[in-house]
């Protein structure tokens, strides 16, 4: 911003070597969750990888549990 | 299930991605010492686990669509849900390239000759015939999935309220007898 003279007045030479530091008060102000990539994996061949998952509770206390292949996608 | 998998297609699970539900730690030791990956997702983060949130996802909107086609109670739940999973199934997916799952995996197309309309009235051939040549030869049903190997459909016994398999059996299609009560309970 000084460099474009956008701001002028701040002298940050000062200050240049916390530059890139992690900082407390940002850390604890403004953090958030790292980005989620889609993944691009998909296995190569059937039940290389499978995928479980717990779905429920419907009825009180009864549930299902869901098995995905992931080459096939066969539930 | 893996020993079905091993003898079915001769494969052998690798891999197994779950998310930190303590269900499945019981199970960590087995997966030691067979060998098996067993990977799971981080705190809050479901994302790790997106294949099987969104398939959860896909099965509940074709169950849902499936109950309120067939107007039949909650109680119905699993019937739903495993129709729904086996319509999943043998339904083309654009992550496969239009392909269908049971393609994938079985190397052929599947049949859809077999597929009936879920909830819809039928009438189930009565064997025995207990009570005689003047009682009713069928049972009043509606059509609830379809067993694992079996040739043959499971149905619900509207009268004597019992599920049962049968193959002799004539489809209406048309009416389901649970049209007239409300679905909300």
């Known amino acids: ?75 | 299930m893996f020993s079905l998998v091993e003898r079915q297609f001769n494969k052998q699970v690798k891999n197994i991605r779950t998310d930190n539900g303590t269900k499945f730690a019981c199970m960590k030791n087995y997966f030691l010492k067979n060998g098996i990956i067993f990977q799971t997702s981080c705190t809050g983060t479901p994302q790790q686990n997106g294949n099987v949130k969104h398939k959860h996802q896909y099965i509940l909107n074709v169950a849902r669509a499936l109950r309120f086609q067939g107007c039949l109670l909650i109680d119905f739940w699993r019937e739903c849900i495993l129709t729904a999973g086996y319509l999943i199934n043998k339904t083309p997916s654009s992550i496969l390239n239009g392909k269908t799952p049971f393609r994938m995996l079985y190397g052929c197309d599947p049949t859809y000759d077999l597929l009936q309309v879920f909830g819809s009235l039928c009438y189930a051939h009565k064997q025995g015939r207990l009570g005689g040549k003047f009682d009713s030869r069928s049972r009043r049903c509606i059509f609830v999935g379809y067993p694992y190997g079996k040739k043959g459909y499971h149905f619900y016994d509207i009268e004597t309220n019992e599920i049962f398999i049968s193959r002799d059996v004539k489809f209406s299609k048309i009416d389901f007898p649970f049209e007239s009560i409300p679905t909300d309970t």
């Not at chain 1, 003279?5 to 030479?13: F, M, P, Y």
């Not at chain 1, 916390?18 to 900082?23: I, M, R, Y």
């Not at chain 1, 039940?47 to 549930?63: K, M, T, V």
């Open chain 1, 1 to 75: 911003m000084q460099a474009t003279k956008i701001v002028s007045g701040v002298d940050l030479k000062k200050g240049t070597k916390n530059l890139n530091k992690c900082c407390d008060v940002c850390q604890r102000a403004k953090q958030t969750e790292n980005k989620f990539p889609i993944s691009d994996f998909r296995a190569s061949d059937a039940y290389e990888l499978i995928h479980c998952d717990l779905w429920g509770p419907i009825n009180e206390a009864s549930y299902f549990l869901t098995i995905i292949d992931d080459y096939s996608r066969v539930v």
